[in-house]
Each structure stands twice: as structure tokens, then as C-alpha cells.
């Protein structure tokens, strides 16, 4: 039996995460993994302000028995409200891939590799609830905890896994099976194709980097919740070591009023530290401006 956690243990999970010292023990323990992104955002639209902490933290060990703990952090700071879903699994490795059993990152969240909307949290948190993956989004909105299994596995250039999930309180179960194949070029084919009851949600795209230029296109239809066409693309330069920055375009059930615009500049430390300030505007929303701080592990 699977007992979901506190949602409120994501705050607590992002201070032990802080606290402890998890880099200097992976640097002895090959298996042990440390990863992930911590930001506090500033967000100004029509004259209001919204300040939030979000991010991915993950701890995992790797081998024939290990786990995986952490959380997938969006929390309001102004209003308390908590869209934090945290994870923690028991781990089977085997052969080429690996079996997770409890409350498992969907495998989508793990693959497809698409980067929030000019850089501002805020506004990708609600553009998740209806693409990809859209349990993770209504876990998020509902205030609810993922819980079921995935299976993952890697031969050569390509990573593939599928995943089932329930959601707490709600009937119904969630799967997903997704793929990445990596091009010696620089370019990352993805996609993912994720279901509930006889409903269907895909996704695919690709991106590309060589040298001081990023860039990607992913195409989204799904009939899960609600019904969503869209496309995202971006455009990134690196001006200098630290500093980058990146153009979005995005369309959504392809009229002119889904049309929304951005751009983001972030300046990193040389220790992980980083700052970022973003702006979006699109016919069916005010413009959004953003500040960030942030460390990356």
C-alpha cells in the first residue's frame, strides 16, 4: 500500500536539501545523485506583485536496491498556497533501465526537456495544467499527490520508460510512455504520449545546441482536460560565459489571441548561483515581468 505524503513536506524536503551536505557525500558515493534547481521569483502584472519558490530538487541512489526522494516545488509566498508535489520511491535496478515503486517522478517530467515560458515560473505553472504532463499539472492545481510506478531504460543513444499513476482523491489512473533519442550533432528528439480513460495528450519536439546557440520547437494536442493545441518554440544565445539569453513563441489552438510572446536574460555565478529577469505578454494576457534569484546543484 502506497501512503501519500504531507504536502507540505516540500518545503521541509528543499531545506534538508540546503542543510545537509548531499554534494560532499556523492562525491564518495558513485550511486548517489544530487540535482536539481531552487528560485525565488518576482512577479509583477497590472500594477500586482506575486512572489513564489519553486524548483526541482532530487536525491537518488543508483543499484540493484536504492530510492528516489524530492519535490517538484511551486509555493506561493503572498497567499501560503502550497502546488508542491513531492516524490519518493523505491528503486530496482536491472539490466538496461530501472523500476520505481510508490510515489515516482512521471516519466514525461523526466524526459521532455522544454524550458519554462521566458523564464517565469508563475506562468509555466499554468501553462503545465493542460500540456505536458498533465497529471503532473493536476496533481499541482488540485493540491494532490501522484502515486504508481515507472519503468525506465537506456540502449545506446536512446532513453525510454512508461509510467502509471493515480492521483489522490481522484478516480481514474494516468499512464505514460516516452522517448528521447540523442543525435551526436547536439539535437534531442523527444516525445511523449500520456492517457486516462480513453482520453490522449502527445507531445513532441526536438531541440538543438552547438556552440553559443540553443533553440527547439515542441507541438502539443491533448483531450485529457479540457482540449489543448499548442506550440512552443525558443531561440537562445550565449553572449558570454555567464550571461545568456532566450526569445519564446507560443501558440495555442492556433488563432492570433493564442499568441504569446517572451524573453528571458539570466546572468550565472561560478559557484550555481544565478539571477534571471523575464517578460511576456500575449493578446489574452496582461504582460507579465519577472525577477529571479536561484541556485542550480
Known amino acids: 500500500m502506497v501512503y501519500p505524503m504531507n504536502r507540505q513536506t516540500g518545503g521541509a524536503l528543499a531545506l534538508l536539501f540546503l542543510v ?27 500594477g500586482a506583485s506575486g512572489t513564489m519558490v519553486g524548483g526541482e530538487l532530487f536525491l537518488r541512489y ?33 539490466g538496461p533501465g530501472e523500476v520505481a515503486l510508490g510515489a515516482p517522478q512521471p516519466v514525461a517530467d523526466q524526459f521532455i526537456d522544454i524550458p519554462d515560458f521566458a523564464g517565469i515560473r508563475e506562468l509555466q505553472l499554468g501553462i503545465d495544467q493542460r500540456t505536458t504532463s498533465v497529471v503532473t499539472g493536476l496533481a499541482k492545481s488540485m ?11 537506456e540502449t545506446g543513444a536512446l532513453r525510454y520508460g512508461a509510467s502509471v499513476h493515480g492521483v489522490t482523491h481522484q478516480s481514474g489512473a494516468f499512464w505514460q510512455v516516452a522517448g528521447e533519442y540523442e543525435v551526436q550533432s547536439g539535437t534531442q528528439i523527444e516525445g511523449v504520449v500520456e492517457g486516462e480513460d480513453g482520453n490522449l495528450g502527445v507531445t513532441v519536439g526536438a531541440n538543438h545546441q552547438a556552440g553559443q ?12 482536460v479540457g482540449s489543448t493545441d499548442a506550440a512552443h518554440a525558443f531561440v537562445g544565445f550565449e553572449v558570454s560565459p555567464s550571461l545568456s539569453i532566450r526569445g519564446h513563441v507560443r501558440t495555442e489552438d492556433g488563432t492570433v489571441n493564442g499568441n ?8 550565472g555565478f561560478s559557484n550555481g548561483a544565478y539571477a534571471q529577469f523575464g517578460a511576456a505578454d500575449g493578446n489574452n494576457m496582461s504582460m507579465v515581468l519577472d525577477a529571479s534569484v536561484g541556485f542550480k546543484f
Not at 504569446?260 to 546572468?267: D, M, N, R, S
Request: hydrophobic residues 35%; charged residues 20%; proline residues 4%.
Open 20 to 46: 545537509s551536505p548531499f554534494p560532499a557525500i556523492s562525491q564518495g558515493m558513485e550511486a548517489l545523485s544530487f540535482t536539481g534547481d531552487l528560485e525565488f521569483e518576482h512577479t509583477r502584472r497590472n
Open 62 to 94: 543508483e543499484g540493484p536496491i536504492g530510492f528516489e526522494l524530492g519535490a517538484d516545488i511551486d509555493q506561493d509566498l503572498d497567499t501560503g498556497v502550497d502546488n508542491t508535489v513531492p516524490y519518493l520511491a523505491v528503486t530496482f535496478g536491472f
Open 143 to 153: 493540491s494532490e499527490q501522484i502515486y504508481g510506478a515507472r519503468l525506465t531504460g
Open 213 to 224: 546557440i540553443d533553440l527547439g520547437l515542441y507541438l502539443t494536442s491533448q483531450r485529457i
Open 260 to 267: 504569446t510572446l517572451g524573453v528571458e536574460a539570466e546572468y
